[in-house]
């Protein structure tokens, strides 16, 4: 007798939500405290959705489009968010810079773009090592705040931080919402384009003129009321983390009504497992591995879902991701995350690329570049920094590649703040090594500043309009 309850999609066979538990688990947490873990855990299944089926469908149509070459997608956010970052001005300043780093990127590629916040979750990291040494001791390292803290006493694993995370998670979710649907987004509203630090006379007569072109739009836009659309005044910003935690993951997951084949239709997948953590989740770069626990969990959730490709990644496992997360070749379901770093790139990513658009996967894929995490430096006493040069060598080695390939490279994957922080090196800011300690507040990798960001979308959109 088939059990009722299960989705019967295509490729679910033998999937539970916890039948990634027989696998090999990589950066698998060991709890101290297993009665406090199971509490957590049951609290957690008991808890609402944080996101509904209905917005990950949408987010999912979106992908097919940046699949077929017709979108743009853009996926930004801290390394770790941190429960701190839970509060209206770091809220804020993201979406903003989200935005308007969208806005850049649609004049220049002429496409729509589709937003992915590394927000509202983002908080469970992969380390080296479990252990690090601080001031000459060995201590558990800092593992994102799902996990535990950063400061050296709060270093023991903590199930109660499962719950918080969740707790976080929505609040962060939630004023994302209330902020869009009252007119964050609200293109009327003259934006702050601060080009003040562009010393670069060239860069900055490039920069004036699309800023120029964008106010001038938007005025005229309102000049003739077609700015009083729904449309300009609210914008989809999606949700996105690594899922690491399959613990965390798995309780998340749930049984839901697919809202593309309602209970009475006949189709065969009426109800599918969509992980309502998130809109849009990926496998990080050390869990990819075919036969452990994250690709088993993942091949059954309904969620679009990124992998994370690099310099680690031999040709020959891309096919067999593929066709064990997207059996059914749906368009746009994976998103291919490719960060091999400015040095490695030309001579990896066109093998990458023909494995995948030789097969029968061709054009189902989003490419997406992420130009941060295989450009990882670190300098004087050990600072983890990024240059600002290393970043766009890569992402134009990128976009070379995917031209001659006949590829079509979807979007950038990135790790920045709308704060003012001095943690990448270079810029049009020109920050050097001295700069870093002015406000280096990462705990984990090198962002992006708001300078920064929004002069790599610059220099994306001159790429598509040259
Ligand atoms: C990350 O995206 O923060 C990360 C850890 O990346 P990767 O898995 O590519 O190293
Ligand atoms: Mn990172």
Not at 182 to 199: E, M, N, Q, T, Y
Not at 289 to 316: C, L, M, S, W, Y
Not at 380 to 391: E, H, L, N, P, Q
């Amino acid at each position: 007798m088939v059990d009722p309850t299960l989705p019967t999609g295509l490729g679910h066979a033998g999937w539970t939500p916890d039948s990634w538990r027989s696998k090999p688990v990589k950066q698998n947490p060991e709890y101290p405290d297993q009665k406090a873990l199971a509490k957590s855990l049951a609290e957690l299944k008991k808890l609402p959705p944080i996101v509904h089926p209905r917005e990950i469908v949408r987010l999912k149509q979106h992908l097919r489009d940046v699949a077929r070459g017709e979108a743009f997608l853009l996926q930004g956010g801290d390394c770790a968010e941190l429960f701190d970052y839970c509060e209206q001005g770091a809220i804020e300043s993201k979406i903003k810079l989200l935005l308007q780093m969208s806005l850049v990127l649609i004049w220049g590629a002429d496409k729509r773009v589709v937003r992915i916040g590394r927000m509202a979750g983002q908080y469970a990291k992969p380390r080296s090592s479990p252990m690090e040494m601080v001031d000459g001791k060995q201590v558990p390292s800092f593992r994102g705040d799902i996990l535990n803290g950063f400061a050296l006493d709060e270093r023991e694993l903590d199930p109660n931080r499962l719950v918080k995370a969740y707790h976080h998670s929505s609040a962060t979710l939630n004023y994302i919402r209330a902020a869009l649907s009252s007119g964050i987004a609200d293109l009327h509203r003259p934006l702050d384009w601060g080009l003040g630090h562009v010393r670069d006379p060239a860069l900055k007569a490039k920069y004036s003129e699309a800023v120029n072109f964008l106010t001038d739009m938007l005025r005229f836009m309102h000049t003739i009321g077609a700015d009083k659309t729904e449309k300009l005044e609210t914008v989809d910003l999606f949700t996105s983390h690594e899922g690491l935690l399959l613990e965390y993951e798995q309780c998340l997951t749930r049984l839901l009504d697919n809202p593309l084949h309602p209970p009475s239709s006949p189709a065969a997948n009426t109800k599918e497992y969509y992980n309502t953590s998130a809109h849009f989740l990926w496998i990080g770069d050390r869990t990819r591995q075919i036969d452990h626990a994250h690709v088993e969990f993942f091949r059954g959730i309904a969620n679009p879902i990124g992998v994370k490709i690099g310099p680690t990644t031999p040709v020959a496992d891309i096919l067999p991701l593929l066709r064990t997360l997207n059996p059914a070749r749906e368009e746009g379901k994976i998103t291919l995350i490719t960060r091999y770093g400015a040095a490695l790139v030309g001579g990896l990513l066109p093998a990458h690329i023909r494995a995948v658009e030789d097969s029968e996967y061709a054009r189902t894929v989003v490419w997406q570049c992420d130009p941060m995490h295989g450009n990882t430096q670190s300098v004087g006493g050990g600072v983890k920094t990024r240059a600002f040069s290393d970043i766009f060598s890569e992402l134009q080695q990128t976009l070379r590649i995917h031209k001659e390939q006949g590829s079509y490279l979807g979007g950038v994957h990135l790790e920045l703040t709308g704060d003012a922080v001095t943690e990448c090196l270079g810029g049009s800011e020109g920050l050097d090594e001295d700069d870093l300690s002015t406000n280096y507040t990462s705990f984990c990798d090198p962002r992006l500043n708001e300078k920064q960001a929004l002069e790599l979308a610059f220099l994306i959109a001159d790429h598509y309009r040259c």
